[in-house]
């Protein structure tokens, strides 16, 4: 945008100069032409200096609405890779098997309560009945993930597809460990969210470094080099990241 605002500026003070010039040193007979074609010209630059900045803003607006849709893809995913390494213990990095796992699994439901019990270590060597608090999970069933994260919706199962941009693009997914903690990234490269749009935008957009924007080239949630399950977009795009 700044870039845009010094080519106006420097088309408003080329025009000041011209008609400095034109009142200056051009002979009257010829004024009525030369102001013809200055008035083409400066509707010419004036044109395209509009459509620049008209274009960026709505590439901007294409993109916030193309990122938002992703977004929630991306927190699908998380969600399924949560529930998966809540039952299993880790994360998965493929997405037929994520999605098996969903269409299958469940989750444990359990009840935490206080007892007492006799310590029966203490009473042998102290010779009289000793007690210890201990902590009792009972089991009190199961409950089915698809149903707890999903209800009946069956979006799940395409929640490999990136669902704009790009026609048949799919999420990268990976799945691993890291200092033997569970780590999985999901992510999307931005020239395929806004395939189709002005490649220097896209260029400028793969740069952007900015709090209320998406840093770097990719729209991604997790990460393969810290334990962290966040998305790196900023909470103008979605209240949780």
């Not at 998965?92 to 006799?118: E, P």
């Not at 799940?156 to 780590?183: R, S, W």
């Amino acid at each position: 945008m700044l870039t845009i605002i010094i080519a106006i500026v420097i088309v408003i003070l080329l025009t000041i100069g011209l008609v400095w010039l034109i009142d200056k040193f051009i002979p009257k007979k010829m004024k009525p032409v030369v102001n013809i074609l200055l008035w083409a010209l400066i509707a010419f630059l004036a044109y395209n200096t509009f459509m620049s900045v008209y274009g960026e803003i709505k590439f901007n607006q294409l993109k916030n609405k193309r990122y938002a849709v992703v977004i929630e893809s991306l927190k699908d995913i998380r969600d399924a890779q949560l529930a998966h390494r809540t039952v299993t213990g880790k994360f998965n990095g493929n997405f037929d098997n994520l999605v098996k796992f969903i269409d299958t699994a469940q989750y444990t439901i359990t009840q935490r309560r206080d007892s007492t019990v006799k310590d029966i270590e203490r009473t042998r060597a102290i010779g009289v009945d000793m007690f210890k608090d201990i902590v009792v999970i009972d089991t009190l069933g199961f409950v089915s993930v698809k149903d707890s994260l999903f209800k009946s919706d069956d979006r799940y199962k395409t929640m490999m597809n990136v669902p704009v941009g790009k026609p048949g693009a799919k999420f990268e997914l990976k799945a691993g460990m890291l200092e033997n903690i569970p780590v999985f990234e999901a992510l999307v490269q931005k020239a395929i969210i806004l395939d189709g749009e002005d490649k220097n935008l896209i260029s400028k957009e793969n740069e952007v470094v900015s709090v209320d924007g998406v840093n770097g080239p990719t729209l991604k949630v997790g990460s393969m080099e810290e334990v962290n399950t966040n998305g790196n977009w900023p909470k103008n795009y979605s209240n949780e990241n």
